[in-house]
């Protein structure tokens, strides 16, 4: 009976696609501690700069793939029931699916490219590994000399405005609310679902473990992301 649907999604919709979460019992912050990899560190520190870039150079190039998760937003999306994306990740697995680019509101950024920090011109990837790995060279801007760094948001950086802004609208124009495979902790992204709810929506909730924001859901579910939203992509 929706009328205008948006999905929230978070790292659990990703790990049937290979890449670990963040927060989960095997997450990428149970071996490595969050608060090295902050805004300020990178900024400050060229010995930090060189280790982000070094574990960049050392990661393969192959690409993971969009998974069945994945595929059933598109499915839905493509029904008119999905209007927009709303996003935590930072994969473009949700773009490269089929999703419609313009309809994917990326909160913490992309990690398939790199930003100039000072004048937001866009670099990508290979060529920054390859003069890292020949000798070590740590990337610079060519426009303005500034730092590069990878497009996601590092701890203490400022959240996008412009995102941040767009999501909040879809969220307010909401009649339900997917959030899905989010552990629903870490704000101001967090905050969506529960602005959602309070605005008349509907809140569903799509995931592994519990969340804080069970009890004031509609729905909770816990499973697989992907076999049971390809089932309820069927069945609409």
């Not at 089929?98 to 992309?110: Q, Y």
């Not at 802004?165 to 992204?189: H, K, N």
Request: net charge negative; proline share 6%.
């Amino acid at each position: 009976s929706s009328r205008r649907a948006i999905a929230f999604t978070g790292a659990g919709i990703s790990t049937e696609s290979g890449i670990p979460d963040f927060r989960g019992p095997n997450g990428v912050w149970k071996k490595l501690d969050p608060a090295e990899f902050t805004i300020d560190n990178y900024l400050k520190n060229a010995e930090h700069r060189a280790r982000v870039w070094g574990m960049r150079a050392a990661t393969t190039e192959a690409r993971p793939e969009p998974n069945d998760g994945h595929r059933a937003l598109v499915d839905l999306e493509r029904m008119g029931i999905i209007s927009s994306v709303i996003t935590q990740n930072i994969d473009g697995l949700h773009q490269a699916s089929g999703v419609a680019s313009e309809r994917v509101i990326e909160l913490h950024g992309n990690t398939t490219y790199a930003t100039c920090l000072e004048c937001g011109e866009r670099y990508e990837l290979v060529p920054i590994k390859h003069a890292f790995l020949a000798d070590g060279t740590l990337p610079e801007c060519t426009e303005c000399l500034g730092i590069i760094k990878p497009a996601t948001i590092a701890f203490g950086q400022a959240m996008p405005a412009a995102p941040m802004r767009q999501a909040e609208a879809e969220t307010l124009a909401a009649d339900l609310f997917l959030a899905i495979g989010s552990s629903l902790v870490v704000y101001p992204a967090a905050g969506f679902p529960a602005l959602a709810k309070r605005n008349g929506a509907r809140l569903v909730i799509l995931n592994r473990e519990p969340t804080p924001l069970d009890e004031i859901a509609d729905l909770a579910i816990r499973g697989e992301i992907g076999p049971i939203l390809g089932e309820a992509a069927g069945v609409a």
